[in-house]
Nanobody, 116 residues
Framework: VQLQASGGGLVQAGGSLRLSCAAS????????MGWYRQAPEKQRELVAT???????NYADAVKGRFTISRDNAKNTVSLQMNSLKPEDSAVYYC???????????WGQGTLVTVSS
């Protein structure tokens, strides 16, 4: 399984970015896809996840500003990030969790920088 993320970049505070991630390979229909982020000298943290059934989960810090969505037919997941803040700056990682097979995969990471 491979995950290819795209969409990071530099944006001013208050702006928007959209991240996308495409999964390929042996993917089971029941899974959870999501986004995590890691800022310098901090641990990787959950941003948002969405199950193949459409159930979403958000970190408190991004609720109301970020929206996660997925296309099951294309095995893609997207993260629409609005009202960005400097503290959102981090490397964002796409994740695929296939709990039925106990396998978990990470994308290569895409850098998001929010200037104040």
């Amino acid at each position: 399984v491979q995950l290819q993320a795209s969409g990071g970049g530099l944006v001013q505070a208050g702006g928007s970015l959209r991240l996308s991630c495409a999964a390929s390979g042996n993917i089971f229909s029941i899974n959870t896809m999501g986004w995590y982020r890691q800022a310098p000298e901090k641990q990787r943290e959950l941003v948002a996840t969405v199950t193949s059934g459409g159930r979403t989960n958000y970190a408190d810090a991004v609720k109301g500003r970020f929206t996660i969505s997925r296309d099951n037919a294309k095995n893609t997941v997207s993260l629409q990030m609005n009202s960005l803040k400097p503290e959102d700056s981090a490397v964002y990682y796409c994740n695929l969790d296939q709990h039925l097979s106990s396998t978990n995969y990470w994308g290569q990471g895409t850098l998001v920088t929010v200037s104040s």
